[in-house]
């Protein structure tokens, strides 16, 4: 069956349409369709969101709460048939989809929900009344690596800001997002305060971005895809918020602990076939330490061989496409052919199931600044390591990137590690260990994007700002 848009509430047919398959990545075989749509298709959706945003932007925050923790509650209800169609749309193991991809997307919300209670949205600041509005209609494009995730931040935040949205999921992992649409029908949500158009970049992304009645523009994905959504958006002068790629990199202090510090770059940059833009797939080591933690990171690696993500004990799925794979294989092919050292995985692929997008998760060393993979995003389990000489070296080489969108510090001294965490120009750091925490801003700085997700600066992000002059002794009448 071909699912077709949901647009002012409805689900729309899909009969005589050009459609676009999904593809489960880890055999071949085709999982669902949906409409391929275009720019009327566009024109349609957006003004819907136009026409509801009046009321929308004028209801209590209260009910925009409301209609969010029910949005949350249905993610709930339908978490195993969500987390079973995100791992036949893009290859994530079925225990990693309901704990990493349906779980934190409920999370994501119920952190975005405590942002919007403690808002505070009209204020005295000087002698003016600064009142925080919602930016408008939001076109929200949202990536396939960690799609529900994403639309959650977008689409929750958005709606709880007061905006209304045009959403156009990734066209690689698109089923999710109608079953996003299935619980927002069942929910109530007024009609046309979200909007879902399927559809690829050139059919859809583009003429969303460039729509005059947009008024802003939220995209996750790539660094290249990115600067184009920019420039696209700069022709009506849209607020733009961008989540781009990332190379970051996990330095290891030799007091660092070498079994635990292993375990959790290893987990940073093979979990979700590496599929994370906020992969740790640099790791800089000190030298007196190099030989030892190689060792131990080549017999960690045999616990994330490739398996059917459909089985409950794989570690490390496919890949999202035979395309991505293709990519993959070539960056691994270039870094063999700089003289990078080959220490697991490469180019060599036993496939768990027939026709699968599988990528061995590979490690190299001896990984030089002058290496392509030192710099380039792989978007694949491929974790590069290179040695060290001094801590201000490691820094240096972890800020060598024009990317800044997460990284690490490992040290049994967590006071040391957090001098070194704020030396390194990157939005997020983790120390020892520490993962995402979506209550707390997540962005990038450089070319890894503008603007932040999650909690209340993500929230924050759908808000204008108004200055009233010689109204601030007005504040209590109007709050």
């Not at 055999?27 to 009327?40: F, L, Q, R």
């Not at 029910?70 to 704990?99: D, K, V």
């Not at 879902?196 to 003429?207: E, L, R």
Request: charged residues 20%; negative net charge; glycine residues 10%.
């Amino acid at each position: 069956m071909i699912i077709g848009h949901d647009i002012a509430g409805i689900r729309e047919g899909a009969e005589g349409r050009r459609s676009i398959d999904v593809v489960n990545p880890a055999n071949g075989s085709i999982v669902g369709a949906v409409v391929a749509g275009d720019s009327e298709d566009v024109d349609r959706a957006v003004a819907a969101a136009v026409a509801a945003f009046d009321a929308w932007s004028t209801r209590p925050m209260s009910q925009r709460i409301a209609h969010v923790e029910a949005l949350a509650e249905g993610l709930a209800r339908h978490r195993e048939r969500l987390a079973a169609t995100l791992s036949a749309e893009m290859g994530s193991p079925i225990a990693f989809s309901r704990a990493a991809q349906v779980e934190v997307a409920i999370a994501d919300l119920a952190r975005l929900v405590d942002a919007a209670r403690s808002h505070v949205a009209r204020e005295s600041v000087s002698n003016s009344l600064v009142i925080a509005e919602p930016v408008g209609v939001v076109a929200a494009i949202t990536p396939w690596n960690f799609p529900l995730h994403q639309i959650m931040l977008k689409v929750g935040a958005a709606i709880l800001a007061g905006c209304t949205v045009v959403l156009k999921p990734s066209e690689v992992a698109p089923l999710n997002a109608a079953l996003v649409g299935d619980i927002l029908r069942e929910i109530d949500l007024p009609a046309g305060v979200v909007n879902i158009v399927h559809g690829d970049g050139a059919g859809v992304g583009s003429a969303l971005v460039t729509h005059p009645a947009v008024d802003m523009v939220t995209f996750t994905g790539s660094r290249s895809v990115g600067e184009g959504v920019a420039r696209a958006a700069a022709a009506t002068i849209k607020k733009v918020a961008l989540e781009l790629g990332g190379k970051s990199a996990a330095i290891v202090l030799e007091d660092a602990p070498i079994e635990e510090s292993v375990d959790s770059v290893l987990a940073s940059c093979f979990a979700n076939a590496g599929q994370t833009c906020a992969a740790q797939t640099r790791v800089l080591v000190p030298a007196s330490l190099l030989d030892a933690w190689q060792d131990a990171a080549v017999r960690a690696t045999a616990g994330w061989a490739p398996g059917d993500p459909a089985d409950e004990s794989t570690a490390t799925g496919p890949v999202a496409s035979g395309l991505q794979r293709d990519r993959v294989r070539a960056h691994i092919e270039t870094a063999i052919d700089q003289g990078a050292r080959l220490l697991a995985g490469g180019l060599d692929i036993v496939e768990p199931t027939a026709g699968g997008a599988y990528v061995q998760p590979t490690i190299f060393t001896d990984v030089t600044p002058e290496m392509r993979i030192f710099h380039e995003e792989v978007f694949g389990p491929v974790l590069t390591i290179t040695p060290y000489a001094t801590v201000d070296e490691a820094v240096d080489l972890a800020n060598d990137s024009v990317y800044g969108l997460s990284g690490g510090v490992w040290s049994s001294d967590p006071r040391r590690a957090l001098d070194v965490a704020l030396r390194m120009r990157t939005g997020t750091v983790g120390i020892n260990g520490a993962g995402l925490d979506v209550g707390a801003p997540f962005g990038g700085y450089k070319q890894s994007g503008i603007g932040r997700e999650c909690g209340v600066h993500g929230f924050e992000e759908f808000l204008e700002l108004k200055s009233v002059m010689g109204a601030a002794a007005l504040i209590d009448d109007h709050s």
